[in-house]
């Protein structure tokens, strides 16, 4: 079972260059999330896709742009990177149901240098 | 809005002693609770949630979590902890109503089971 799919797993970048993080799951889950994880922070939301053809901006969007392809795919672009953006990087996804849980990717760990 | 506060970041514990690790959340609303765990290298994996009922849940590997409205808490408790329980736990909220569907986190507690 694959449930969440994040590619790459790893990726080192220098500042100012643009990257796609892909996402996709096979749960047929309406909502999917991005979120990154630094240390002592836990994780912040950076957008969210209630359902497909939505878009929704979370806690820390700044640097960021999303795109729902379809109901599997969710990806993260950043346009310009900074050093503030190395962090890694969850996709998530859930079904519609506020009850159910979110089920993650396994991150994919992104230096900006 | 809804937050979540985990109070401690770090737990060092000795194998087969007890552990409690505390989350405290505040919103407007109605809540579900969540504990996920992260093993190392690896995303999150729910390990229990509260939407109603009996506010005591318990998960397949031992822990436990007790909701308590009145003090807005939702502490995560296992009476004799393993080597295989180190990990990263996470503590989250869901609100019941408002334009938001996604998870507030708190900042993690690491607990490390000592041998």
């Known amino acids: 079972n694959a449930g969440v799919t994040q590619t790459p797993k790893f990726q080192v970048l220098k500042t100012g260059q643009s990257m796609t993080l892909q996402c996709a799951q096979d749960m047929n889950h309406n909502s999917m999330y991005w979120y990154r994880q630094d240390p002592g922070m836990g994780l912040r939301l950076i957008y969210y896709s209630a359902s497909e053809g939505t878009t929704d901006k979370g806690e820390v969007p700044n640097g960021y742009n999303v795109s729902r392809l379809n109901k599997r795919e969710f990806s993260l672009r950043l346009e310009s990177a900074a050093p503030s953006q190395t962090s890694v990087y969850f996709c998530?996804?859930?079904?519609?149901?506020?009850?159910?849980?979110?089920?993650f990717g396994q991150g994919t760990r992104l230096t900006v240098v | 809005a809804q937050s979540v506060t985990q109070l401690d970041s770090q737990v060092p514990v000795f194998e087969e002693a007890p552990v409690e690790l505390r989350c405290n959340y505040s919103?407007?609303?109605?809540?579900?609770l969540f504990w996920y765990v992260q093993y190392p290298n690896q995303g999150l994996q729910l390990l229990l949630k509260?939407?109603?009922?009996?506010?005591l849940v318990e998960s397949i590997n031992g822990f436990e979590a007790e909701f308590n409205k009145s003090q807005t808490s939702f502490h995560l408790r296992k009476p004799s902890v393993h080597i295989s329980d180190t990990a990263e736990y996470f503590c989250?909220?869901?609100?019941?109503?408002?334009?938001?569907?996604?998870?507030?986190f708190g900042s993690g507690t690491q607990l490390t089971v000592l041998p």
């Open positions: 509260y939407l109603s009922g009996s506010t």
């Open positions: 989250a909220v869901r609100a019941l109503r408002g334009s938001a569907r996604q998870l507030t």
């Open positions: 998530a996804s859930s079904d519609t149901a506020m009850n159910t849980e979110a089920f």
């Open positions: 919103s407007s609303v109605s809540v579900y």
